[in-house]
């Protein structure tokens, strides 16, 4: 069993006597101990030395293993980038040629049933063909008897035209009367005098719109009696005597200047 280190004891035992100054000291009558420190230093340097070589060297194939795989995943991710593409690309052209094959049958089916409505109306222009024929036949034989009553009736207009003339001057010299332009197409201006007992001289005009079928009169002075206006107007639309619409006109500008 160990014995347990008293340092009290040790100390005392080791402590030399008081002796006088010129006594040897207990250091030197101690015996000289080789501890080996600088071998075992030098065994420690090449141990680490050893070590760290070891650990440079596994911090190498560490990183090159690393490096190497990193090389790897690369080209796999490279290789299904690719893979991926390619696959998309026959993917993309699938669909187009399916596409192509659909818009093909489809445009097939509209010619066919282009063709069938084109031979269905060829057959039925076909079958109009003649009922039009005698339809611009029958439309021809009107238009030319049309043409015969239009010429006639212009011959008729220039016969009577030789009879306006003498009848006009008539009508202006006994109504008082003077035929003027109203500065637009298709209107005469009618001007009397003599109208008012009270001053001879003054005039009473109105003028007519005779571009219509149905003449109208758009302008009137002094104004008369709206009533009375539409009964004169709407008999010389009817029997188209231009004499008794001028007489009913003076007429109604005298009745006007009367009142």
């Not at 009473?204 to 005779?210: G, S």
Request: hydrophobic share 35%.
């Amino acid at each position: 069993m160990a014995t347990l280190f008293e340092p009290s004891l040790s100390t005392s035992a080791l402590r030399p006597p008081l002796t006088s100054a010129t006594a040897p000291s207990m250091a030197d009558s101690l015996p000289s101990i080789n501890f080996g420190f600088e071998e075992l230093r030098d065994r420690m340097a090449r141990f680490t030395d050893r070590f760290d070589e070891f650990i440079a060297k596994g911090r190498k194939r560490v990183l090159e293993e690393r490096n190497q795989f990193r090389m790897n995943v690369a080209e796999l991710h490279e290789d299904q980038r690719l893979k991926t593409h390619a696959l998309s690309i026959l993917t993309h052209k699938t669909t187009t040629h399916t596409t192509l094959l659909q818009k093909e049958a489809a445009e097939t089916s509209d010619l066919h049933t282009s063709i069938t409505t084109l031979t269905s109306q060829r057959d039925a222009q076909l079958s109009n063909r003649d009922t039009l024929r005698h339809a611009i036949a029958a439309i021809q034989a009107q238009i030319s008897q049309r043409l015969a009553a239009q010429h006639a009736y212009s011959l008729h207009q220039q016969a009577q035209s030789r009879f306006n003339a003498p009848e006009l001057d008539f009508w202006e010299s006994n109504l008082c009367m003077r035929i003027e332009g109203a500065g637009q197409d298709d209107r005469l201006k009618f001007v009397y005098t003599h109208v008012d007992e009270r001053d001879w001289e003054r005039e009473a005009w109105f003028e007519v719109d005779m571009g219509r079928r149905d003449y109208r009169v758009v302008t009137c002075r002094p104004k008369v009696e709206a009533r009375g206006l539409e009964r004169v107007v709407d008999r010389l639309n009817e029997n188209r005597d231009l004499g008794m619409f001028l007489k009913g006109m003076r007429e109604l500008f005298g009745e006007a200047m009367s009142n």
